[in-house]
């Protein structure tokens, strides 16, 4: 399989405890905050999303919190797991241009036993 | 299996030969759009197609051509590829263009001497 060699900020993270990741968005227009995970080898895949009306919005065992005010976005992953292990992306949309997606660098979490 | 596949996976090329890789997806998507991805710089937008022949710009679209006459196919050309084009490219599909779920290939890696 496939992955990018890594610069990546990293985040190191004990099973079962609960990880925090953070990006901050320059577009104050974007309608829409994505998070992608990329497991090595392999294409990003959605994980959730909130719209710009909201702060908060749950999935299972992950929490998105939006603060326009400082233009940032976190990530919060409950209990995590080795499986969890990954690179994760937040991406934003604007209303101007749906079809337009832009990526963040990406946080490298690492799970230890 | 519902997926994008993405042709070919590892390409080796010399400057300035033309290639084409392509990208086929069977969820009946309207949305499809081609990513690359470098160290430290996340996944990069390259064109991007809300529906059959309609295709559209993303960030960085020099040196890169596409087309969509079909549903399902989306390739990506390069018609005279450079060093500064070798790179890990990832192609995606979603429902529709308002869709944050996209769907990623495996990827393709080329390398361009």
């Known amino acids: 399989g496939e992955s990018v060699g890594l610069h990546l900020p990293t985040l190191s993270v004990q099973e079962g405890d609960n990880s925090i990741i953070n990006c901050a968005y320059s577009n104050s227009a974007s309608d829409y905050f994505i998070w992608y995970k990329q497991e090595s080898g392999k294409g990003p895949q959605f994980i959730i999303d909130?719209?710009?009306?909201?702060d908060k919005r749950q999935g299972q065992r992950v929490t998105v919190l939006l603060n326009k005010t400082v233009k940032h976005l976190s990530l919060q992953i409950a209990a995590t797991q080795p499986g969890d292990s990954a690179v994760y992306f937040c991406?934003?949309?604007?209303?101007?241009?749906?079809?337009?997606?832009?990526f963040g660098a990406g946080t490298q979490v690492v799970v230890t036993p | 299996e519902a997926q994008v596949t993405q042709n070919p996976r590892y390409l080796i090329t010399v400057t300035g030969k033309k290639l084409t890789v392509t990208c086929s997806q069977n969820?009946?998507?309207?949305?499809m759009s081609w990513y690359r991805q470098d160290p430290g710089l996340g996944l990069r937008q390259i064109y991007y197609s809300m529906n059959v022949e309609v295709t559209d710009k993303g960030d960085v679209p020099e040196g890169y051509k596409v087309s969509r006459k079909e549903k399902r196919n989306f390739p990506l050309i390069l018609e005279s590829p450079s060093p500064n084009q070798t790179s890990l490219y990832f192609c995606?599909?979603?429902?529709?263009?308002?869709?944050?779920?996209?769907?990623f290939g495996p990827g393709t890696r080329l390398t361009v001497l």
């Open positions: 995606a599909s979603s429902l529709t263009g308002a869709s944050n779920e996209q769907f």
């Open positions: 991406a934003e949309r604007g209303t101007d241009s749906w079809g337009k997606l832009q």
């Open positions: 969820m009946n998507h309207e949305y």
């Open positions: 909130i719209r710009s009306n909201m």
